[in-house]
C-alpha cells in the first residue's frame, strides 16, 4: 500500500527558510515523478514543483522559482523541498504526490505538512 | 497557463440525485488531459478521473468523466453520503499544471 508521510512543516517568520521531507513506501519510488503542491488556508490547489524519477530534470511554479528547491535521494526513498525567503502567501498545507511524468496526473498524495509564515 | 473554471461554485443535491459538475478552460487542452480529484474536509485529494474519462484504480463506476478540447465534465449518477465533497479539475496538457477554483458538493 503506497504511504507518503510529509513532514517538516511548522511556523517560521517572513524571510527564514524552511525544508520538507516526505518519506515514500509502497511503490517503486525511483520510477516515478515526484510533486509538491499546496493549499492555503481554505483556498485550492496550486502545483509547485516537480521532479523527474531520476533528478535530472525540475521545473517550478513562477510564484516559487529562484526561492524553492526539490530534491530528491532515491537511496531513502525520499522527496524534499528547500524552501528560501519565505513569504505570507507560501502559508498553506503542502502536499506530495507521485506521478508517472514530469507533467501528468497525481496519482497518490500525502497527507500534507502545514506552513505557517508570520511574524 | 491555462485557465480553469469551474461552476457551479457550490452545489446542493441529495442522496440519490445525479450531479453534474462543469470545468472550462481559456484554451484547449492538449490531449484532453484533464483529471478530477474528490477533496473531503482535513484530507488529501483523490484521484477520480484522467485523461478526461478514465476512471483511476478503485473508483465506483457512477462517477464518470467526459469532455474535450475547452469542456469538461464530471458526472456522479446517483449520489453516495460519502460523494459530498469538494472537486477539482486538473490540466496536465501544457505547463505549468493548472487547477480550476473548486466545486463544493453539499447535502440539501
Known amino acids: 500500500q503506497v504511504q507518503l508521510v510529509e513532514s517538516g512543516g511548522g511556523v517560521v517568520q517572513p524571510g527564514r527558510s524552511l525544508r520538507l521531507s516526505c518519506a515514500a513506501s509502497?511503490?517503486?519510488?525511483?520510477?516515478?515523478?515526484l510533486n509538491w503542491v499546496r493549499q492555503a488556508p481554505g483556498r485550492g490547489l496550486e502545483w509547485v514543483a516537480v521532479i523527474s524519477y531520476d533528478g535530472n530534470n525540475k521545473y517550478y511554479a513562477d510564484s516559487v522559482k529562484g526561492r524553492f528547491t526539490i530534491s530528491r535521494d532515491n537511496s531513502k526513498n525520499t522527496l524534499y523541498l528547500e524552501m528560501n525567503s519565505l513569504r505570507a502567501a507560501d502559508t498553506a498545507i503542502y502536499y506530495c504526490?507521485?506521478?508517472?511524468?514530469?507533467?501528468?496526473?497525481?496519482?497518490?498524495w500525502g497527507q500534507g505538512t502545514l506552513v505557517t509564515v508570520s511574524s | 497557463e491555462i485557465v480553469l473554471t469551474q461552476s457551479p461554485g457550490t452545489l446542493s443535491l441529495s442522496p440519490g440525485e445525479r450531479a453534474t459538475l462543469s470545468c472550462r478552460a481559456g484554451q484547449s487542452v492538449s490531449s484532453n488531459y484533464l483529471a478530477w480529484y474528490q477533496q473531503n474536509p482535513g484530507q488529501a485529494p483523490r484521484l477520480l478521473i484522467y485523461?478526461?474519462?478514465s476512471r483511476a484504480t478503485g473508483i465506483p463506476d457512477r462517477f464518470s468523466g467526459s469532455g474535450s478540447g475547452t469542456d469538461f465534465t464530471l458526472t456522479i449518477s446517483r449520489l453516495e453520503p460519502e460523494d459530498f465533497a469538494v472537486y477539482y479539475c486538473?490540466?496536465?496538457?501544457?505547463?505549468?499544471?493548472?487547477f480550476g477554483q473548486g466545486t463544493r458538493l453539499e447535502i440539501k
Open positions: 504526490a507521485w506521478s508517472l511524468f514530469s507533467i501528468s496526473w497525481f496519482g497518490d
Open positions: 485523461g478526461s474519462s
Open positions: 486538473q490540466q496536465y496538457g501544457s505547463s505549468p499544471i493548472t
Open positions: 509502497g511503490f517503486t519510488f525511483s520510477r516515478h515523478a
